[in-house]
């Protein structure tokens, strides 16, 4: 199970920091990620951080989107910085192991100009 919190609603230029804990596994396994869907968009691949620890981005939030990790509280974390208009989507938490997806519900962020 994963539960994704931290959203809001800020100004172009500001910060959010998403977390998903996670529960129902072992947390060290899985590979995690955040996506996002804007409005009227597909839904599309923001940050992952594999199960080694290496992480990967889209481009279009490389230099401004951090992924980490607590293992010991089993929580994925994305830290948002210079955020844009653009950036306005609901972000949903991923975890991945051997071919299998789970999903957590999306948390809503609002970039305003």
């Known amino acids: 199970q994963l539960q994704a919190s931290g959203g809001g609603s800020v100004e172009a230029g500001g910060s959010l920091r998403l977390s998903c804990a996670f529960s129902?596994?072992?947390?060290?396994?899985?590979?995690m990620g955040w996506f996002r869907q804007a409005p009227g968009k597909e839904r599309e691949f923001v940050a992952a951080i594999l199960y080694r620890g290496g992480t990967y981005y889209a481009d279009s939030v490389k230099g401004r989107f951090t992924i980490s990790r607590d293992i010991a509280r089993k929580t994925v974390y994305l830290q948002m910085n210079s955020l844009k208009p653009d950036d306005t989507a609901v972000y949903y938490c991923?975890?991945?192991?051997?071919?299998?997806?789970?999903w957590g519900q999306g948390t809503q962020v609002t970039v305003s100009s």
């Open positions: 129902g596994g072992t947390f060290g396994s899985f590979g």
């Open positions: 991923n975890a991945e192991r051997q071919g299998s997806n789970y």
